[in-house]
């Protein structure tokens, strides 16, 4: 899949490279409480990451791989 931003009450909170559309179901599910904070009735979303997004996910990978992680193993970056 291609990155794609998470949106908690249509405001920006992370970007992530899910490899299916399950691994994106099991992160939205798992990640709630901290996706969420302290706005427990807030709308998780989820859309394309938009230039600037990707560019700070970008970033994020680059800085992965340059200690010698492997793109398979990179997620997300929070916003």
């Not at 798992?30 to 427990?40: E, Q, S, T």
């Amino acid at each position: 899949m291609l990155p794609t931003t998470i949106l908690v009450d249509e405001t920006p909170r992370c970007v992530v490279r899910p490899n299916d559309t399950k691994a994106l179901n099991r992160f939205l599910r798992n990640a709630r409480p901290y996706l969420l904070g302290d706005l427990a009735d807030g709308a998780i979303t989820h859309r394309q990451a938009s230039e600037a997004e990707l560019s700070r996910w970008r970033s994020a990978l680059a800085l992965h791989e340059a200690w010698g992680g492997a793109d398979e193993d990179f997620f997300g970056v929070p916003l």
